[in-house]
């Protein structure tokens, strides 16, 4: 009679699941959901020959343990967050291998009231997180007013401005290819103009921290009509938006919410319509439920292909791990509980021992 193969058992014991449910959380939170993400981001990349790839990044906010309460959990916090940041940063890059990649202003969450050395020491801080490649043409930094000043009592000053110009080795327009790159600085009153690219066919793109084109006062229409802008890109708001105006009135006349997962928005800047984008933020600590990067391919065309990379939610991340912890805890229970039971008991005992070892003694006559 033929012997039958038995087949070996495996004994999941308590703490094996405990440390398996541990495991697979981690793995599913920090790398199969940013996969799968980046999987779904549209692929932009080959829409003309002659086409410019530029990634945009608005309000990082890189946190610091300066102005994150409560020690030590500071350190946690602000180490998740800019962990957070710089991973979908790189993620981003490898994924569209951008031409330009630009930062929209509020690059450090407390840059503007921080001194002269601890400003620098939080660049290079920035600077290690948000590794740029040597492929990448240029890299614009466009202050904010987290970096500047200009919200609330933390005023703007020139010895700021030039600070953060300084740090981060900036001047007031790039041009690449048929591209021309203009800071619209609205915050520092800032009235100089750029030397304008004589070349016929420039695109010339308007970046500025604020949105411009809801902005009803003359003197800044004035000062975007100079500019000559076919295009603008803004962040500040934290949120995805398309506002359009035409080239005449330079004020926005038609809004719209750009929300939609891996659809990709085509605008025509050739036309008589100037058409800006607010990028939304890339950090989950700024209270949306929605963050990413934004990502625009430029064709000589006229046309303007612009999508949102977005980013896995992290709050969702967070709740599953304290999920898993409260479920591991919730399992242990018992044996804590028997633990401190057994050691409690052991303690009485030997205090017991102890008092009976001090009392007097009485012997009997």
Known sequence: MARMLSLPQFRITKYGFIIGMLFTAILFNEWLMYVVKALRWPDIT??????????????PQILSTDTEPHFPLNLLTTWDADRFVSRGFHLAVWRTKPDIIIF?????????ISNDNSFHQKVEHFKSLMYIPSYVKHTIYVPGDNDIGGEGPDKVTLHKVQRFYQEFNQSYSVSYKFLEFTQMRVMDDYDGMPNFSEEENTIRILLSHIPLLPITRKVIKEKISRHYPS?????????????????????????????ADGNVWVFD??????HEVTVPTCSYRMGKKSY????????????????????????????????????????ILPNICMWMRHRLFSVCRSCLHYLCRKCPKYHSL
């Open 292 to 331: 990413g990067y934004g990502f625009a391919v430029i064709g000589k065309s006229g046309l303007v292909h612009y999508t949102v990379l977005w980013l896995p939610s992290r709050f969702s991340q967070l709740w599953m791990y304290l999920m898993c912890i409260t479920a591991a805890l919730f399992l």
């Open 46 to 59: 080959d829409i003309e020959e002659d086409s410019v790839r530029v990634l945009i990044a608005a309000d």
């Open 269 to 274: 800047h050739s036309g008589h319509k100037l």
């Open 104 to 112: 929209l202003g509020d690059v450090m969450d407390d840059g503007s």
């Open 231 to 259: 295009f603008i890109f803004s962040g500040h708001e934290h949120d995805s938006f398309h506002f359009v105006a035409t080239k005449k009135e330079l004020h926005a006349q038609e809004f719209w919410p750009l929300k």
